[in-house]
């Protein structure tokens, strides 16, 4: 079990262009979640998954971003136009069951937005 | 709203010195607190969940509490080895899959 991938582990670019975030849970997840941490403000949940479908987005910060799950292997999270404050480390997690079962995460995406 | 305070926020231990970690908590209906560990450059790590007032759960040097404001982690006869950041999170009743997370206590244990 490779574990929650993550690509590409470090990230900057320029304020305005897009950012795409990938992720591959574990094999057998039914929940995936997208969380952002900063110093700031801690390790936020932004969105996340049930069989491939959006169940709570509420914490996706504005329009800029969007996340999609095309597929149980699959799922992308979305910058568009990218800002300076955006800038954090994005973990991807998974789950069999969030009350019963662990979160598995990711090691992360670090993105820089200058 | 869910809301988890987690104190101190950095603590420093000689190795061999016992202390805990606190974990206080605002939650509408409690469904579980869950204490993860996270080291520098990685994903957190999950440790423990406790599910009801009195519940206790053990590994190795650490052991979770729970009561009906607040948790703690006990640490016993730490190693440099543990030194990491430690975060605990809780699951109300108005989000089935949505975890609410500390800001973190940063430990680190001095040989």
């Known amino acids: 079990d490779a574990g929650v991938i993550q690509s590409p582990r470090h990230e900057v670019t320029e304020m305005g262009q897009e950012v795409t975030l990938r992720c591959k849970p574990i094999?057998?997840?039914?929940?995936l979640f997208w969380y952002r941490q900063t110093m700031m403000r801690g390790l936020e949940l932004l969105i996340y998954?049930?069989?491939?479908?959006?169940?709570?987005d509420s914490g996706m910060p504005e329009d800029r971003f969007s996340a999609k799950m095309p597929n149980a292997s699959f799922s992308t999270l979305k910058i568009q136009p990218s800002e300076p404050r955006d800038s954090a480390v994005y973990f991807c997690?998974?789950?069999?069951?969030?009350?019963?079962?662990?979160?598995?995460f990711g090691n992360g995406t670090r993105l820089t937005v200058t | 709203e869910d809301q988890v305070t987690q104190s101190p926020e950095a603590l420093r231990l000689q190795e061999g010195e016992s202390s805990s970690l606190n974990c206080s908590y605002t939650?509408?209906?409690?469904?579980?607190l869950f204490w993860y560990r996270q080291d520098p450059g990685k994903g957190p790590e999950f440790l423990f969940t406790?599910?009801?007032a009195g519940e206790e759960k053990e590994k190795e040097r650490l052991k979770a509490t729970l009561t009906k404001k607040e948790s703690f982690l006990h640490i016993t006869a730490p190693k440099p080895e543990d030194s990491a950041t430690y975060l605990c999170?809780?699951?109300?009743?108005?989000?089935?899959?949505?975890?609410?997370f500390g800001q973190g206590t940063i430990l680190t244990v001095h040989p």
């Open positions: 939650v509408s209906g409690l469904r579980g």
């Open positions: 094999s057998g997840h039914d929940y």
């Open positions: 999170a809780v699951a109300g009743g108005t989000s089935y899959g949505k975890l609410t």
């Open positions: 406790l599910y009801s």
């Open positions: 997690a998974s789950s069999l069951s969030p009350l019963d079962s662990p979160l598995h």
């Open positions: 998954f049930n069989n491939n479908v959006p169940i709570d």
